[in-house]
């Protein structure tokens, strides 16, 4: 899957994105570990970051993932960086909005049809967290926004490449839509 | 190599029991972790070292159940121990590297804490002090308005209690942080803040969580939460809610707060306010003032009689010890010129030295009465005129007549064991010019000084110079008689003790024996002891004998212990006298060697410390009382005296106490009973009492008062016009007042008169036909 070279570029390009948003923090701060288990309950696992950088506000990085999860013919992979403010005055508690992106490399079938490519998404993230400790929370969140696509759409039973004469088979399908950018309930671990 | 190894095992192990057999210096600092880590300063804290750790943990266990079971006064179990304070928060202690360290305070408010030394030596201790809290509870409880309680005197201590109620429901959160500080203020300057008291701080759950987050997990970091982990633990101990929620709405509280003056007027404002993550959402003050408080034992009769050393024991007596005195005399004699007999005309001369002879001759017949002539020193000299030689022949010859006159009233004996020296010379011309020099004649001495200096070494040339000189027979022959002088220095030791009655006379004789600064042998101090009868002149002795005891280095609690019972039997207080007599790290009577002298002695004497009790008493420091008069090894025969400190220091007095006291006076018999609620007790008590006593009315208005208050009447106008106690307590107030206006102060600060009862009376004391119109009594 060649899309798939583009998508340590796009990696980069989102953890520099990321680590520049946090890297107003001087001293340490909060730093928490977190799970979708929605993703989990789609046999995508997923796994993030959360760094808390200032008294409202923090920035967050997941990335999950997915083979053939209950015997689909699907391959995903989604980095999802996100800037967060809390609203109560103290992050990782209660409610917050945040901006949302992600950039997913992807290679699924889908009721006989082909969509392989790349998509990358900018929107806008809501959610609540429910403190369960001083280490624990759950957190409720979705959000929606615009997603770009570029892909490869066909057939299920076409010989997409043959219709390239031995040239490098292209995109053929580009849009952007409406896309939710978000839906998770995860557990958050605070390390320190 | 097998061998090597046992060799080397055997080694490790001998050094490790020689180790464990030495005690060795451990030193540290204690530190306060809720006070910013601040050192701990208080002087009350003891660090008390153990051999083991096990034995340290059976007194840790036994001062705990102690606790539990109620304990009330102070431990005193801790053992024979070696123990320390610290000092500006540091600490030093000699302690066996497998002992431990017990931290403590004796009292039965605190915890205590262990520390084992693991063959340390520096440890370093943290040690919470927020006793207070113990005393303050975080409730749900529901009221309209705040209620502040009476402040309850005990002793030095000033209790306070009340409920504040959220104005709101629903006010508190379990994102939200409730704080409330309290501080003492003088009441006469106001801006004097006297004392900060440990805030009572609560957390909701989840801001106990958040905040813990944004510590990274490390609460120290937050100034408050030392607090807020205290009062959880404490509240959870109690049984008590201990999370801040919506459920809360009200708070209460109660403290003890230590006055050194428990009468001394202070303000205690209360600032709480309540904050979540963002800002502080609630915040309101309170005031209170201390000008009214309930003083349960204000009446209590008592008499503390002073309580004396046995001054026959050796201990106390002080004798007799060899003194030496010197004496010094000038003598003027006039010689007959070129002889060593005296002028017949010098009567002056004549009478010098038959005084001299007189004394000398005093010392020698009493030496059976103690005295010893042990050295004789005379030194004359004559003046230069005429030949050296004729002139040093003579001096030899005049001193020769001396001695003979001297000596001959010694006997031969004394002169064998005593140290004597006729010495005699001749003055140089360069004496008279300094004569000349001081009467301001200094042209002329300037002239005799260069003959000397013109002929040096060769008196009689000077001689002959000086005769030469005009001024010789007008300015220099007149003065010359000014050279000729004899010197007589002995000494002697007196060895013999007075009777009281010679010392008694010779203080009220010898002027110099009671002018300032003088300081007499302790012996003789003891004998005026038992003659002097004047109070104010006793005190003046004793006070003399303590000086002179400490420039002595002599440690005597005689005079001073003599000094405190004058001063208790006048009433009066002064607990320094008897301090440096008391040490409380040690038992009531304990035996006791001085090291470096190997005198023996008793340390911290009943009498003495019973004494300093009622001093503590007496200058109202109940608390430093109340220790003292625990100190272990007291005698049972203090008994009533460690009633009374009870009481006055505040403990909450038991059946006995009550039983024990009632039973003194009729007056007691009312005090005790008001003081234990027991109100009906109370009534009937009160019809003994002297009727002529103002204080007789005082407490029947009292009682009708606090009868009325525990009833739920919080006004006297809201009582029944037409009851007759309402009557009852207006006549006997306004009574009391009438017949001592002084009770007047004392009724505007008991809280046991209804305020508007107070001022109502005020009004009918002046107008008394109000007393006759609207009170039918």
Same mark, same amino acid.
């Given at each position: 899957?060649?899309?798939?070279?583009?998508?340590?570029?796009?990696?980069?390009?989102?953890?520099s994105?990321?680590?520049?948003?946090?890297?107003?923090?001087?001293?340490?701060?909060?730093?928490?570990?977190?799970?979708?288990?929605?993703?989990?309950?789609?046999?995508? #696992?997923?796994i +993030? *970051? /959360? %760094?808390?950088? $200032?008294?409202?506000?923090? @920035?967050g990085?997941?990335?999950?993932?997915?083979?053939?999860?209950?015997?689909?013919?699907?391959?995903?992979?989604?980095?999802?960086?996100?800037?967060?403010?809390?609203?109560?005055?103290?992050?990782?508690?209660?409610?917050?909005?945040?901006?949302?992106?992600?950039?997913?490399?992807?290679?699924?079938?889908?009721?006989?049809?082909?969509?392989?490519?790349?998509?990358i998404?900018?929107?806008?993230?809501?959610?609540?967290?429910?403190?369960?400790? #001083?280490?624990? +929370? *759950? /957190? %409720?969140?979705? $959000?929606?926004?615009?997603? @770009?696509?570029?892909?490869k759409?066909?057939w299920?039973?076409?010989?997409?490449?043959?219709?390239?004469?031995?040239?490098?088979?292209?995109?053929?399908?580009?849009?952007?839509?409406?896309?939710?950018?978000?839906?998770?309930?995860?557990?958050?671990?605070?390390?320190? | 190599?097998?061998?090597?190894k046992?060799?080397?095992?055997?080694?490790?192990l001998?050094?490790?029991?020689?180790?464990?057999?030495?005690?060795?210096?451990?030193?540290?600092m204690?530190?306060?972790?809720?006070?910013d880590?601040?050192?701990?300063?208080?002087?009350?804290?003891?660090?008390?070292?153990?051999?083991?750790?096990a034995?340290?943990?059976d007194?840790?266990?036994?001062?705990?159940?102690?606790?539990?079971?109620?304990?009330?006064?102070?431990?005193?179990?801790?053992?024979?121990?070696?123990?320390?304070?610290?000092?500006?928060?540091?600490?030093?202690?000699?302690?066996?590297?497998?002992?431990?360290?017990?931290?403590?305070?004796?009292?039965?408010?605190?915890?205590?804490?262990?520390?084992p030394?693991?063959?340390?030596?520096?440890?370093?201790?943290?040690?919470?002090?927020s006793?207070t809290?113990?005393?303050?509870?975080?409730?749900?409880?529901?009221?309209?308005?705040?209620?502040?309680?009476?402040?309850?005197?005990?002793?030095?201590?000033?209790?306070?209690?009340?409920?504040?109620?959220?104005?709101?429901?629903?006010?508190?959160?379990?994102?939200?942080r409730?704080?409330?500080?309290?501080?003492?203020?003088?009441?006469?300057?106001?801006?004097?803040?006297?004392?900060?008291?440990?805030?009572?701080?609560?957390?909701?759950?989840?801001?106990?969580?958040?905040?813990?987050?944004?510590?990274?997990?490390?609460?120290?970091?937050?100034?408050?939460?030392?607090?807020a982990?205290?009062?959880?633990?404490?509240?959870?101990?109690?049984?008590?809610?201990?999370?801040?929620?919506?459920?809360?709405?009200?708070?209460?509280?109660?403290?003890?707060?230590?006055?050194?003056?428990?009468?001394?007027?202070?303000?205690?404002?209360?600032?709480?306010?309540?904050?979540d993550?963002?800002r502080?959402?609630?915040?309101?003050?309170?005031?209170?003032?201390?000008?009214?408080?309930?003083?349960?034992m204000?009446?209590?009769?008592?008499?503390?009689?002073?309580?004396?050393?046995d001054?026959?024991?050796?201990?106390?007596?002080?004798r007799?010890?060899?003194?030496?005195?010197?004496?010094?005399?000038?003598?003027?004699?006039?010689?007959?010129?070129?002889?060593?007999?005296?002028?017949?005309?010098?009567?002056?001369?004549a009478?010098?030295?038959?005084?001299?002879?007189?004394?000398?001759?005093?010392?020698?017949?009493?030496?059976?009465?103690g005295y010893?002539?042990?050295?004789?020193?005379?030194?004359?000299?004559?003046?230069?005129?005429?030949?050296?030689?004729?002139?040093?022949?003579?001096?030899?010859?005049?001193?020769?007549?001396l001695?003979?006159?001297?000596?001959?009233?010694?006997?031969r004996?004394?002169?064998?064991?005593?140290?004597?020296?006729?010495?005699?010379?001749?003055?140089?011309w360069?004496?008279?010019?300094?004569l000349?020099?001081?009467?301001?004649?200094?042209a002329e001495?300037?002239?005799?000084?260069?003959?000397?200096?013109r002929?040096?070494?060769?008196?009689?040339?000077?001689?002959?110079a000086?005769?030469?000189?005009?001024?010789?027979?007008?300015?220099?022959?007149?003065?010359?008689?000014?050279?000729?002088?004899?010197?007589?220095?002995?000494?002697?030791?007196?060895?013999?003790?007075?009777?009281?009655?010679?010392?008694?006379?010779?203080?009220?004789?010898?002027?110099?024996?009671?002018?300032?600064?003088?300081?007499?042998?302790?012996?003789?101090?003891?004998?005026?002891?038992?003659?002097?009868?004047?109070?104010?002149?006793?005190?003046?002795?004793?006070?003399?004998?303590?000086?002179?005891?400490?420039?002595?280095?002599d440690?005597?609690?005689?005079?001073?212990?003599?000094?405190?019972?004058?001063?208790?039997?006048?009433?009066?207080?002064d607990?320094?006298?008897?301090?440096?007599?008391v040490?409380?790290?040690?038992?009531?009577?304990?035996?006791?060697?001085d090291?470096?002298?190997?005198?023996?002695?008793?340390?911290?004497?009943?009498?003495?410390?019973?004494?300093?009790?009622?001093?503590?008493?007496?200058?109202?420091?109940f608390?430093?009382?109340?220790?003292?008069?625990?100190?272990?090894?007291?005698?049972?025969?203090?008994?009533?005296?460690?009633?009374?400190?009870?009481?006055?220091?505040g403990?909450?007095?038991?059946?006995?106490?009550?039983?024990?006291?009632?039973?003194?006076?009729?007056?007691?018999?009312?005090?005790?009973?008001?003081?234990?609620?027991?109100?009906?007790?109370?009534?009937?008590?009160?019809?003994?009492?002297?009727?002529?006593?103002?204080?007789?009315?005082?407490?029947?208005?009292?009682?009708?008062?606090?009868?009325?208050?525990?009833?739920g009447?919080?006004?006297?106008?809201n009582?029944?016009?037409?009851s007759?106690?309402?009557?009852?307590?207006?006549?006997?107030?306004?009574k009391?007042?009438?017949?001592?206006?002084?009770?007047?102060?004392?009724?505007?600060g008991?809280?046991?008169?209804?305020?508007?009862?107070?001022?109502?009376?005020?009004?009918?004391?002046?107008?008394?036909?109000?007393?006759?119109?609207?009170?039918?009594y």
């Amino acid at each position: 899957m060649k899309h798939f070279r583009t998508l340590p570029a796009l990696s980069v390009v989102i953890v520099s994105l990321w680590l520049f948003l946090g890297s107003g923090v001087a001293s340490a701060q909060q730093i928490a570990v977190k799970t979708n288990l929605l993703s989990w309950a789609a046999m995508t #696992p997923d796994i +993030g *970051l /959360e %760094l808390v950088t $200032g008294e409202n506000t923090s @920035v967050g990085f997941s990335v999950f993932g997915h083979k053939n999860p209950y015997g689909l013919k699907s391959k995903l992979v989604v980095v999802q960086p996100e800037f967060r403010y809390w609203f109560n005055g103290r992050p990782l508690i209660r409610e917050y909005i945040g901006i949302a992106a992600f950039a997913a490399s992807y290679d699924m079938t889908i009721s006989s049809h082909v969509y392989s490519g790349n998509a990358i998404g900018l929107g806008f993230s809501g959610g609540y967290v429910f403190s369960l400790g #001083p280490r624990l +929370g *759950l /957190e %409720l969140s979705a $959000g929606t926004g615009i997603a @770009v696509f570029r892909q490869k759409q066909y057939w299920v039973d076409d010989n997409y490449d043959a219709y390239f004469f031995g040239k490098t088979s292209t995109v053929n399908s580009k849009g952007y839509k409406l896309f939710p950018v978000k839906a998770a309930v995860t557990l958050i671990y605070i390390i320190r | 190599m097998r061998y090597l190894k046992i060799i080397l095992l055997l080694l490790l192990l001998s050094s490790l029991y020689v180790y464990g057999q030495d005690r060795m210096l451990v030193f540290g600092m204690v530190r306060n972790p809720v006070d910013d880590n601040k050192p701990i300063t208080d002087t009350e804290l003891r660090i008390i070292g153990y051999n083991t750790v096990a034995e340290a943990q059976d007194v840790k266990a036994k001062f705990e159940a102690w606790q539990k079971a109620g304990a009330e006064g102070f431990f005193q179990d801790f053992g024979l121990i070696i123990e320390t304070t610290p000092d500006l928060g540091y600490y030093e202690i000699q302690v066996y590297p497998n002992g431990a360290l017990l931290l403590v305070y004796p009292s039965a408010e605190v915890q205590c804490k262990l520390v084992p030394v693991n063959g340390k030596n520096e440890i370093n201790i943290s040690f919470d002090l927020s006793r207070t809290l113990d005393e303050s509870i975080v409730s749900a409880e529901i009221d309209a308005r705040p209620v502040i309680e009476d402040i309850d005197v005990g002793g030095n201590y000033l209790r306070l209690s009340g409920t504040y109620p959220f104005p709101e429901k629903r006010l508190a959160k379990k994102n939200s942080r409730f704080v409330m500080q309290y501080f003492v203020v003088d009441g006469e300057k106001r801006t004097d803040t006297l004392e900060f008291r440990v805030p009572i701080v609560l957390d909701g759950d989840e801001y106990h969580a958040t905040q813990l987050r944004r510590m990274a997990y490390k609460g120290e970091r937050d100034p408050m939460f030392g607090y807020a982990d205290s009062t959880r633990e404490r509240l959870k101990a109690l049984g008590k809610k201990y999370i801040l929620d919506e459920s809360f709405s009200s708070v209460t509280w109660r403290d003890s707060i230590y006055l050194d003056d428990p009468d001394k007027f202070v303000l205690i404002p209360k600032k709480l306010w309540l904050e979540d993550y963002n800002r502080v959402y609630f915040s309101d003050t309170l005031y209170e003032d201390t000008k009214r408080k309930i003083n349960r034992m204000r009446f209590l009769e008592y008499s503390l009689e002073a309580n004396n050393l046995d001054a026959s024991l050796p201990e106390y007596r002080r004798r007799a010890t060899r003194t030496k005195v010197d004496d010094v005399r000038d003598l003027s004699l006039n010689f007959l010129p070129s002889s060593a007999k005296l002028d017949p005309s010098d009567t002056l001369g004549a009478k010098q030295l038959a005084g001299l002879r007189n004394d000398i001759n005093n010392l020698i017949r009493n030496e059976s009465e103690g005295y010893t002539l042990k050295t004789l020193f005379v030194s004359g000299v004559a003046s230069p005129e005429g030949s050296l030689d004729k002139n040093n022949v003579l001096a030899r010859q005049r001193m020769s007549f001396l001695s003979d006159q001297l000596l001959s009233i010694i006997p031969r004996a004394r002169q064998e064991r005593m140290v004597k020296n006729f010495s005699s010379r001749v003055a140089g011309w360069e004496e008279v010019a300094d004569l000349l020099w001081a009467d301001s004649l200094k042209a002329e001495a300037g002239k005799i000084r260069d003959i000397v200096a013109r002929h040096p070494g060769r008196p009689d040339a000077q001689g002959a110079a000086v005769r030469a000189l005009p001024f010789y027979k007008t300015l220099i022959a007149e003065r010359l008689p000014k050279l000729r002088t004899v010197k007589v220095e002995y000494t002697y030791e007196v060895y013999r003790e007075l009777t009281p009655e010679e010392i008694y006379y010779r203080y009220k004789n010898d002027p110099s024996y009671t002018a300032p600064g003088t300081v007499l042998p302790l012996y003789e101090y003891y004998a005026l002891f038992q003659v002097v009868k004047d109070t104010e002149e006793f005190e003046a002795l004793c006070r003399s004998a303590i000086n002179a005891a400490e420039k002595s280095g002599d440690r005597w609690p005689l005079p001073a212990n003599l000094l405190a019972s004058s001063l208790i039997s006048r009433g009066e207080a002064d607990t320094t006298i008897l301090a440096p007599f008391v040490e409380e790290k040690k038992m009531v009577n304990q035996p006791w060697t001085d090291f470096k002298t190997g005198r023996k002695y008793t340390v911290n004497p009943d009498a003495v410390v019973a004494n300093q009790v009622i001093m503590m008493l007496g200058a109202k420091k109940f608390k430093r009382a109340r220790q003292l008069v625990y100190m272990k090894g007291l005698p049972t025969k203090y008994e009533y005296l460690k009633t009374i400190t009870d009481c006055l220091a505040g403990k909450k007095p038991d059946q006995h106490t009550y039983e024990v006291l009632s039973n003194t006076s009729p007056r007691n018999k009312v005090v005790m009973a008001m003081a234990m609620g027991y109100m009906p007790r109370a009534r009937k008590s009160l019809d003994e009492l002297d009727e002529s006593d103002p204080i007789t009315h005082y407490l029947k208005a009292q009682y009708f008062s606090l009868d009325a208050k525990m009833r739920g009447m919080n006004k006297y106008v809201n009582m029944d016009m037409f009851s007759p106690e309402r009557s009852k307590m207006m006549h006997e107030l306004v009574k009391a007042f009438q017949l001592d206006p002084s009770l007047k102060n004392v009724a505007a600060g008991d809280a046991w008169i209804l305020e508007d009862f107070y001022e109502e009376s005020l009004k009918v004391l002046e107008d008394p036909s109000l007393l006759e119109l609207e009170y039918c009594y």
